[in-house]
């Protein structure tokens, strides 16, 4: 009998969404190639792990030169079957890998290695503490189409300098820039059943969440994220969720118009739109408001939408019709309930099926699909607000938590602000470039995820932390084991005197340390 997770081996086309133009067939992985890809990866993994972190961290090496002696002909990849401009695959996608390969590069050393942990106790003082940073094994990796490059490759390399085996599934809409990122790391050094590609669509990611991974590192929609999470849960897997955006904008009374209108614009049509991280609400202030949305629209207007492999193409295409409908069903909505267009506001068939005008929406209001569903195209809405308090209130009235961005003169104002906005990442005065910042965490709050990836915090997604103890005075008994009595009792109390009675601690600490008994450091 079929079982929901049996898929028919079949083949899919990858589509140049500019053009139409089929790119290539591929084979789909069905339940049974995907679960021996799994196999073979938990055994390859322990010979990896056994490496060493100086040889994995030598082959991230030899990755980051050979994606940056391919760099144009990967940025071409992307760009063909994803339709971003070519020059926008080059600095979202290549020039972010190569700086994550460099990041790892310098700190894979300092933050796997084993880590000492002193002890504060008075107890436990005879006893030396580590932590060892151990990998999961076999991380399986599902990620999206917006970014095919980067987003698997970010995520690949730090569970790879870490240890782990890797399985990715890519989107069903941009495997060959997978099989790019294969070539490249096999090249490189990965041995093959240590890296794997499983190419398909949804059932070929839930096979890989079905199967025996040690954790999933998954990014895509909310609606996708929780059934991930509730299956997830009935495994008891760990599982890092990278969901999506409605990022807001605060553009307040002091902000420069015409610095914060280029930023709008290019952080809402940046990937013509399609990025987690894009700009998708903006909340200006009422004194700058008309000027802002003019700028924006005059702005907006100017952009040369097209083929992504023209190198004058600011806007490339949708990547796929279904994509340009929700959008068309966005600003309709808007448009509907008493929105402006300033800019844009319709399909371009003239283009292509794929290819939707950047839009610029005013006065909109927190009643419209377009202000509180992801949209995930080139749309820029905004609605005037009266003061920081009510741009902070609007900004956090949303089920999305990715990112957002507050712009001021005002250094310590845009601080300020910044702590109160619900979000995992806010940026004062830029949008959208905290992605390419290989030391920021990235991830989100409320919908928008569970986890993190990149930098430190992503580094330690990628490992179980194991505490290691060790008892430098293995001939000796402990104090507080069995052969309680009175006298042991009234030792103890005197014992949680000394070291927690208000003063008295402190005292004895000092003393200690006088005498040269404790090091200052772990007092
Ligand atoms: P999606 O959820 O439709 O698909 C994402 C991946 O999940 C694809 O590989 C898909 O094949 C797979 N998938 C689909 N159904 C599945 C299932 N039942 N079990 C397992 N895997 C399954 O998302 P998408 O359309 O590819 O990507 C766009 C979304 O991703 C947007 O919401 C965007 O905001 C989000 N995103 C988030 C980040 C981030 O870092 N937070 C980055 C990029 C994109």
Redesign the pocket.
């Known amino acids: 009998m079929k079982t929901d997770l049996q898929i028919e081996a079949r083949r899919i086309a990858s589509v140049n969404p500019a053009t139409g133009e089929i790119l290539r067939e591929v084979e789909c992985a069905g339940e049974v190639e995907v679960a021996s890809a799994v196999a073979a990866a938990k055994t390859a993994q322990v010979g990896w792990a056994d490496a060493g972190l100086r040889r994995r961290i030598e082959i991230v090496r030899e990755f980051q030169a050979r994606l940056f002696a391919r760099k144009s002909e990967i940025a071409a990849a992307i760009t063909r079957e994803a339709g971003k401009p070519v020059a926008e695959a080059l600095v979202t996608e290549v020039l972010v890998v190569l700086d994550a390969a460099r990041f790892l590069i310098e700190n894979a050393w300092k933050l796997l290695r084993d880590e000492p942990v002193p002890h504060g106790n008075l107890v436990t003082k005879l006893k030396s503490g580590w932590l060892v940073r151990e990998p999961h094994g076999v991380i399986g990796i ?6 095919p490059f980067s ?1 698997p490759a970010t995520e690949t390399l730090a569970a790879l300098v870490a240890g782990n085996a890797v399985v990715l ?4 809409l941009t495997p060959l820039v997978a099989l790019e990122l294969a070539a490249l790391l096999y090249d490189a050094g990965i041995p093959k059943d240590v890296f794997q590609v499983v190419i398909g ?2 059932p070929a ?2 096979a890989l ?1 079905q199967s025996p991974i040690d954790k999933l590192v998954f ?6 994220g929780k ?2 999470a509730a299956a997830a849960a009935e495994k008891l897997l760990p599982v890092v969720l ?4 409605k990022d807001p904008m605060l553009v307040l009374d002091d902000a420069d118009v015409d610095v914060a209108s280029t930023a709008a614009v290019w952080g809402a049509f940046v990937n013509a739109g399609q990025a ?1 991280l894009s700009v998708e609400r903006c909340y200006v202030h009422r004194s700058l408001y008309e000027a802002f949305a003019c700028a924006c629209a005059e702005k907006t207007k100017k952009l040369r939408v097209g083929n992504g492999m023209d190198p004058h193409t600011d806007v490339g295409p949708m990547i796929q019709e279904g994509q340009v409908r929700i959008v068309e069903s966005h600003v309709d909505d808007a448009k509907a309930r008493g929105a402006r267009i300033l800019a844009g506001g319709a399909r371009l068939p003239e283009l292509g099926p794929n290819f939707y005008a950047p839009t610029v929406l005013a006065d909109v209001t927190h009643d419209m699909r377009i202000m509180r569903e ?1 949209t ?1 195209g080139p749309v820029l809405p905004m609605m005037a607000c009266d003061d920081d308090d009510e741009a902070v209130r609007l900004a956090n009235d949303s089920e999305y938590g ?1 990112a957002a961005s507050v712009w001021t003169l005002d250094a310590r104002r845009g601080k300020r602000l910044a702590r109160r906005i619900h979000a995992g990442t806010v940026m004062v005065n830029d949008v959208v470039s905290c992605f390419g910042i290989s030391e920021a965490p ?1 991830g ?1 709050v409320k919908a ?2 569970v986890g993190r990836t990149h930098g430190r915090f992503g580094l330690e997604e990628m490992v179980r932390v194991k505490y290691l103890d060790m008892d430098r005075m293995p001939g000796m008994k402990k104090v507080w084991w069995h052969g309680y009595g009175e006298s042991f009792r009234r030792q103890m109390e005197g014992f949680l005197e000394m070291q927690f009675a208000r003063g008295m601690g402190t005292r004895v600490r000092g003393a200690l340390r006088a005498a040269g008994i404790v090091r200052k450091k772990t007092l």
């Open positions: 599902i990620s999206p189409w917006n970014y987003i599934k890519p989107s069903e669509e949804g990611g839930a969440l990014t895509g929609s909310v609606t996708t059934r991930i990278e969901l999506g955006g987690c992801e995930f990715l990235h989100g928008s995820g």
